[in-house]
């Protein structure tokens, strides 16, 4: 899909505050004005954060249907390390490549939802995807083919967590549903990972926590989020009290057809599809 000339479809306009983020409204000055400011925000902090993207009646639709999904929610507990990537022998044991990150959550597949869900809507509307496009500078850009990895829901009850980690991806889209009582704060290092190299002194700092350039989000539920996750290392806290934390995670690719692997499905959805 060419980026700037979407084929607007309406399908998922009443998810949204059509108003402050008019994405339908690519020719307009507001978009433009839009774009520029959440390419701004990147620039200088590695995140833009778009609160009330989605309306609270969209937000509440949305977590009734992750409510549906989750008690069949894939449990994620195996450890890795920061770059999500199969340890190497080669490097000493205290190395940031060998160093274990304990993570805990579920995770809800693309698979799990219908078609008529909003997150299942919102995520196939074209104007989402140019918009996000135009943000990241992308002529070509295309929805993930993989039938459980494209559009996913991470799950994090009392406890659970996320460990320090790069994304695999150059920039990652969420939407925060619910935000826990308490705890699940995300927490990252802004740019630590350079373009030619891996920065492995900055992140040994981070991981024993003495690098003093560690920021955290502040993300109402309702609020879509562009985050540079492949330079900018992350976590998030454990979650604390009784309600659950839901973020929905929306996967964009720079070629199509991309899937993951079987033996990717079955390490992170417990299935292949």
């Given at each position: 899909?060419?980026?700037?000339?979407?084929?607007?479809?309406?399908?998922?306009?009443?998810?949204?505050?059509?108003?402050?983020?008019p994405?339908?409204?690519?020719?307009?000055?507001?978009?433009?004005?839009?774009?520029?400011?959440?390419?701004?925000?990147?620039?200088?902090?590695?995140?833009?954060?778009?609160?009330?993207?989605?309306?609270?009646?969209?937000?509440?639709?949305?977590?009734?249907?992750?409510?549906?999904?989750?008690?069949?929610a894939?449990?994620?507990?195996?450890?890795?390390?920061?770059?999500?990537?199969?340890?190497?022998?080669?490097?000493?044991?205290?190395?940031?490549?060998?160093?274990?990150?304990?993570?805990?959550?579920?995770?809800?597949?693309?698979?799990?939802?219908?078609?008529?869900?909003?997150?299942?809507?919102?995520?196939?509307?074209?104007?989402?995807?140019?918009?996000?496009a135009?943000?990241?500078?992308?002529?070509?850009?295309?929805?993930?083919?993989?039938?459980?990895?494209?559009?996913t829901?991470?799950?994090?009850?009392?406890?659970?967590?996320?460990?320090?980690?790069?994304?695999?991806?150059?920039?990652?889209?969420?939407?925060?549903?619910?935000?826990?009582?308490?705890?699940?704060?995300?927490?990252?290092?802004?740019?630590?990972?350079?373009?030619?190299?891996?920065?492995?002194?900055i992140?040994?700092?981070?991981?024993?926590?003495?690098?003093?350039?560690?920021?955290?989000?502040?993300?109402?539920?309702?609020?879509?989020?562009?985050?540079?996750?492949?330079?900018?290392?992350?976590?998030?806290?454990?979650?604390?009290?009784?309600?659950?934390?839901?973020?929905?995670?929306?996967?964009?690719?720079?070629?199509?057809n991309?899937?993951?692997?079987?033996?990717?499905?079955?390490?992170?959805?417990?299935?292949?599809?």
């Amino acid at each position: 899909m060419r980026k700037g000339n979407p084929e607007v479809n309406d399908s998922a306009l009443d998810l949204i505050d059509a108003t402050t983020y008019p994405i339908h409204r690519p020719e307009s000055t507001a978009y433009r004005t839009l774009v520029a400011r959440c390419r701004d925000d990147l620039a200088a902090q590695s995140a833009c954060l778009l609160p009330g993207f989605v309306t609270e009646e969209a937000r509440v639709r949305m977590v009734a249907d992750v409510d549906l999904a989750a008690p069949d929610a894939f449990s994620c507990r195996k450890p890795h390390n920061v770059y999500l990537e199969e340890h190497d022998d080669a490097f000493p044991p205290d190395h940031p490549r060998r160093r274990p990150q304990a993570t805990e959550l579920d995770s809800v597949a693309f698979d799990q939802f219908r078609p008529t869900d909003g997150l299942h809507r919102l995520y196939v509307w074209d104007p989402l995807l140019s918009f996000v496009a135009d943000v990241l500078d992308k002529e070509h850009y295309y929805r993930m083919a993989d039938p459980l990895a494209a559009l996913t829901v991470n799950v994090m009850r009392e406890g659970q967590n996320h460990g320090w980690h790069f994304d695999e991806s150059e920039a990652t889209t969420t939407l925060m549903l619910q935000a826990p009582e308490a705890g699940g704060v995300f927490e990252y290092a802004p740019d630590v990972r350079p373009a030619d190299g891996e920065g492995y002194e900055i992140v040994d700092q981070v991981l024993r926590g003495c690098y003093p350039d560690i920021r955290t989000l502040a993300v109402e539920p309702g609020t879509l989020i562009l985050f540079v996750g492949y330079r900018s290392m992350h976590r998030v806290t454990p979650v604390e009290g009784p309600v659950t934390r839901y973020v929905a995670a929306f996967c964009y690719k720079d070629r199509p057809n991309v899937r993951n692997s079987r033996e990717v499905q079955k390490l992170f959805y417990g299935r292949t599809a």
